[in-house]
């Protein structure tokens, strides 16, 4: 068992196995429709997306309460990494901040170090996953902490969404480059880079957006053979077996993972979008 605790935020979108296989501790960040209000989590993914799609209004999305934070500090060790959703799209890192600056005026004992990912779902997870493998490989806080701030530089992460119309209006991403896209019927792919969500391209129908997310993918890996590569789909398997089936004959990824987009990104990407992300 690693001296070192992991902590995320729910925003990671790993799977239950891996999150229980490396012992993570996840905060789960807030959703409400109206005035019903879920940790993510609490409601199923196909409930979510089958709700959204019910409801005149796009779900908000809050950033978790700083005593919930404060609870998973409150863990065995006596190091903690916590590595959250970038900053420019939730105040959950900020919040982690505050938390720790609250809980070690009691436990002075801790050391914790906390990280904005300047990412999201599959790629947040990504990095989530690679600090607990060093930490179990015996590595201090520091050197963890240092090499997740170098790794995040280098991840890959494009997705392809069948409308951007739940990110506009969230807020997530710019109002008239989106409705341009979305008044031509475009399937819209999407990078995030520097922890911002940018639409970069566009493509006429599911099969040829997910080839341009695969062509940007591989552009962008280039011949690196040793590579994780991670596929979120939100409430479409199929789409994203498809993906994982094309990706694999292209290169030869060190692993591969699957995983649902959860409600917390699933309110931006909106049902049937695909991410994939590398590292």
């Known amino acids: 068992m690693s001296k070192i605790k992991i902590i995320t935020d729910s925003s990671c979108d790993l799977n239950k196995d891996i999150v229980e296989r490396y012992n993570i501790g996840v905060v789960g960040l807030n959703v409400s429709f ?9 409601i199923s993914n196909e409930d979510f997306y089958k709700r959204m799609a019910n409801e005149k209004e796009l779900p908000k999305t809050s950033c978790p309460s700083p005593d919930k934070f404060t609870k998973a500090y409150n863990c065995d060790e006596d190091e903690v990494l916590v590595i959250t959703i970038t900053s420019k799209l939730s105040a959950t890192y900020s919040t982690a901040v505050l938390a720790k600056n609250m809980f070690l005026e009691e436990n002075s004992n801790k050391n914790i170090k906390i990280i904005d990912s300047e990412s999201g779902s599959i790629g947040q997870g990504l990095l989530v996953v690679k600090a607990a493998q060093l930490a179990e490989k015996g590595m201090s806080l520091d050197e963890i902490a240092n090499e997740i701030e170098k790794l995040k530089k280098d991840i890959v992460f494009f997705g392809a969404l069948e409308t951007l119309e739940n990110a506009i209006k969230g807020g997530r991403i710019n109002p008239l480059a989106g409705k341009l896209i979305n008044a031509l019927n475009f399937k819209v792919i999407i990078q995030v880079i520097d ?31 040793n590579k994780v590569l991670a596929i979120g ?30 409600s917390v990104m699933g309110t931006y990407a909106s049902k049937g979008a695909i991410l994939i992300s590398i590292l």
């Open 195 to 225: 922890g911002v969500v940018k639409p970069v391209d566009k493509a006429r129908g599911d099969n040829n957006s997910i080839k341009k997310v695969i062509e940007n993918i591989l552009k962008s890996v280039g011949e690196n053979k």
């Open 34 to 42: 109206g005035k019903d209000t879920y940790v993510d989590g609490e």
């Open 233 to 262: 789909h939100a409430n479409c398997l199929e789409k994203a077996l498809k993906v994982k089936e094309i990706m694999v004959k292209e290169n030869n990824f060190k692993d591969v993972t699957i995983s649902e987009v959860g």
